[in-house]
């Protein structure tokens, strides 16, 4: 057989299983279909290979050798010196995004082998006995490294009816132990987030995102909610009948930190137009209720009106929070509130989930993109053609009579909307294929929330390898810390505390 026809036969072979692939139902199938086609496109041994021009295989080479050889003999205090030479998540570019763009499963394998050997050594340091390394150098070292090293956070994007796109996403990390600790919702999102830092980790197993489903009890239509067709108090019981199914009554920020150790963190954005957002959580907000900020988040202008926030006072009582504020959609200006997440946790990694129909056209996996094509550019361009003809007649319409400002205000927040960046390092994008608009805003049927759960938990399974690698060190940091910090707070060692301090 010639040269051509054994390449055409590959083709061929590799073209078959990719449609496999594209119809996978579970993680296990995908993984052995992908696993199948790097090894007859000839990734498997590009894996296998540590030479690359996209990172300095020599230095993970010698860092991994020398640490697996200290692990060995053992030697803690040379180990622990070797350890605070740097403990970087992009030690040697080995966190090149470009680097998982080119196997369809995982990458060099020396990276893989060097992040486990870098764990495997934050354990021996950590419970190395104190005659060999001090409790307050074991602290120093943690504290500094979690520091240094960073850590991530997931973003759930707001998106109405989509939002079990997030299912699929949330699930598929929960099963793989992938999750997070530090998550943001907005919106749609906010309701995702709001489950999982108020629900523990057992009441979170067993498929908990793939059975859940949120129903209209109250039969109320969807359609003439956002047609302005209900009455304040038919909105209020639709409102109050879906957060009995999403979080409970009286539990704070604070009191869901204590039970889940997850930072959640919820968007609000301002009712007046030239206000700042706030993202709520544990550390900004710690008594602010979950429901009450999760209400306010998907308070969608023009369908729900603007909500007042509510904490636990002194005395235990609900009273009002920022009393003379009222808050809507966080969507409108806090979708994606990276900078926000990298000044309180130290994030240095997001992964999204991004369902937003009014961007979702209009953006690309960025991250996986070694450079702007011809597509990703006609993208920003109309994205901007568009954020500025409407900021002409959002001009317009506010000079015009005061019973139009209505439509003005929407469109101040379509615009801000737009303004957003909606992409992370590892970007989870519902499909434009997967979705139609209409959904966003109507009552789904069973075969249309299966398609859309099936569709995040696929869009996850190429990113697995990705978020594994750079999440296991930074989990391992800060499960020490938190170890640390509990031991170094007399006789409160069962209590939950902050590792960001």
Known sequence: ??????????????????????????????????????????????????????????????????????????????????????????????????????ALSGTKMLISEYIEATVEALSVVHKCPENEISFSEKLDFFRRASHCYGRQALMLSGGGGLIYFHHGVVNELIAHNLLPSVISGSSAGAIIAGQLGCLSDQELSSDYFINKRYTNNNNTSIVDLFLGKLTHEEIKDYKESMLDQIVPLDMTFQEAYEKTGRYINISISPEGKHQKSRLLNAITSPNVYVRSAVSA??????????????????????????????????SVTGDIPAKKLSRLYGVNQFVVSLINPLVVPFVNDEKRIQRKGLKKSMSESTRDIIKESLSIIEN????????????????????????????????????????????????????????LIHAGVQSTWP?????????????ALDGILEDLNAQSINGYQDNKHHVFI
């Open 1 to 102: 057989m010639n040269n051509v026809a054994g390449v055409t036969m590959v083709k061929s072979v590799t073209d078959g299983i990719e449609q496999k692939i594209n119809s996978a139902q579970d993680f296990a199938s995908w993984e052995v279909l992908a696993k199948n086609h790097d090894k007859l496109s000839g990734y498997e041994e590009w894996k296998e290979t540590e030479h690359s021009d996209l990172y300095d295989y020599s230095e993970i080479r010698f860092r991994h050798h020398k640490i697996l050889q200290l692990i060995a003999e053992p030697n803690a205090k040379e180990l622990l010196y070797r350890l605070n030479e740097g403990v970087h998540g992009n030690m040697g570019g080995m966190g090149h995004p470009a680097l998982y763009t080119q």
């Open 297 to 330: 988040s998907f308070s969608v202008p023009g369908a729900f009106p603007s909500e007042r926030l509510y904490a636990k006072g002194y005395d235990g009582k609900p009273r009002p929070y920022l009393p003379n504020r009222r808050w809507v959609d966080g």
């Open 396 to 451: 317009v319409l506010a000079h015009i009579p005061i019973n139009d400002r209505n439509t003005s205000q929407k469109l101040a927040h379509l615009i801000r909307m737009l303004e957003q960046d909606y992409t992370g390092d590892i970007n989870m994008i519902l499909k434009k294929k997967d979705f139609k608009f209409s959904q966003s805003v109507v009552d789904l049927t069973e075969k249309e929330i299966a398609n």
């Open 463 to 475: 990113k697995i390898a990705a978020i594994k690698n750079s999440s296991l060190i930074s989990k």
